[in-house]
């Protein structure tokens, strides 16, 4: 497991010496927090389906990666999602996804990353809830770990139930925060979709944290 500091998350973790195809990654929360990973992708040559709710967003997206952004609008909720990504895939497989959708229940994000083949990297971006410290026991942290262990380093995706997976080989990115000194903030959708395409392009396969969960008090209230 890592822990990634924005600052310094750079390089895109691809083999250079690699034969190229062109890969088509599905990203799910395209128009959001993942939106400058979509552009990130199609500027380097990436084909990507771009799944949201918000058609017109998605045909700005379209026409500003001149097509290399290929809109599937949906309410990932609504009936044909499996049959939806099928079309999607028909001439080009997913080569990998993307996958930010919080509020999606564990059927659709199984559904979700299940139309990528196996073998093929998938990288779900989990908000800090499920780092959540378990029942009163969980919330009388020792202080005096916290004070040496007050950042990712002191919880791991490790510690999250085996459902939170919900294919095998499914890499798991955990939204933490940033401490500063005038208060905690949330990560920006660049910082969130900076360490998505590390953990994307990471050799071997990687569970990360962005940022801090711990200690859980200094979590933002907003």
Not at 11 to 29: C, E, F, I, N, Y
């Amino acid at each position: 497991m890592d822990a990634i500091d924005t600052d310094s998350a750079t390089g895109s973790g691809r083999d250079p010496g690699a034969p190229r195809t062109t890969p088509h990654l599905l990203v799910v929360g395209a128009t959001g927090a993942l939106l400058p990973a979509v552009r990130t992708l199609t500027a380097r040559g990436d084909t990507v389906t771009a799944m949201a709710r918000t058609a017109a967003d998605l045909r700005d997206l379209e026409r500003s990666t001149h097509g290399a952004a290929r809109p599937l609008t949906r309410d990932f909720e609504a009936p044909g999602l499996r049959e939806a990504l099928a079309r999607a895939a028909h001439d080009t497989p997913f080569t990998g996804a993307l996958l930010y959708c919080p509020r999606a229940s564990p059927a659709t994000v199984r559904t979700l990353a299940g139309a990528v083949p196996p073998g093929r990297p998938v990288v779900l971006a989990l908000t800090s809830e499920h780092a959540a410290p378990d029942g009163e026991a969980g919330h009388e942290e020792s202080v005096e770990a916290e004070s040496i262990e007050g950042d990712a380093a002191s919880w791991s995706p490790a510690l999250l139930p085996a459902g939170a997976r919900p294919t095998p080989g499914c890499r798991l990115l955990v939204l933490g925060w940033r401490p500063r000194p005038e208060g905690s903030r949330w990560h920006t959708a660049g910082e969130i979709s900076e360490a998505a395409l590390r953990v994307l392009d990471a050799g071997p396969p990687r569970d990360a944290v962005l940022g801090r969960v711990r200690p859980w008090r200094t979590r933002p209230s907003a």
